[in-house]
């Protein structure tokens, strides 16, 4: 069965950092864009970052630009988020999903094919 599984999340106060894992099992990631999503109370599932398949392309969110960063370890069929910086407006469960193709922050959530369960991040003092 293809799964994803995030961890990493928790509570942090704001200037703190986190780094979020996304874990394939099933299947091996080392052909899939993995896309990082996130989604706050009341608003629509945005997406945060994207890293191709071999992890020389990445893409972000303007919100995240400069305090997160993606990459990829394909030997361990692993994808990370690093979240520096953190600010309360972060707040938000955390998604990652995988799709082929080619990586954008532009692809809606609805061309990924598979996704994790979300995992929460809380930054407030």
């Known amino acids: 069965q293809l799964q994803l599984v995030e961890s990493g999340g928790g509570l942090v106060q704001p200037g703190g950092s986190l780094r979020l894992s996304c874990a394939a099992s099933g299947f091996t990631l080392d052909s899939y864009v993995i896309g990082w999503f996130r989604q706050a109370p009341g608003k629509e599932r945005e997406g945060v970052s994207c890293?191709?398949?071999?992890?020389?392309?990445?893409n972000y969110a303007d919100s995240v630009k400069g305090r997160f960063t993606i990459s990829r370890d394909n030997a361990k069929n692993t994808v990370y988020l690093q979240m520096n910086s953190l600010k309360p407006e972060d707040t938000a469960i955390y998604y990652c999903?995988?799709?082929?193709?080619?990586?954008?922050?532009?692809?809606?959530?609805?061309?990924?094919?598979?996704w994790g369960q979300g995992t929460q991040v809380t930054v407030s003092s």
């Open positions: 890293i191709n398949s071999r992890g020389f392309s990445t």
């Open positions: 999903a995988a799709r082929r193709y080619f990586c954008s922050i532009a692809v809606s959530a609805t061309d990924y094919d598979y």
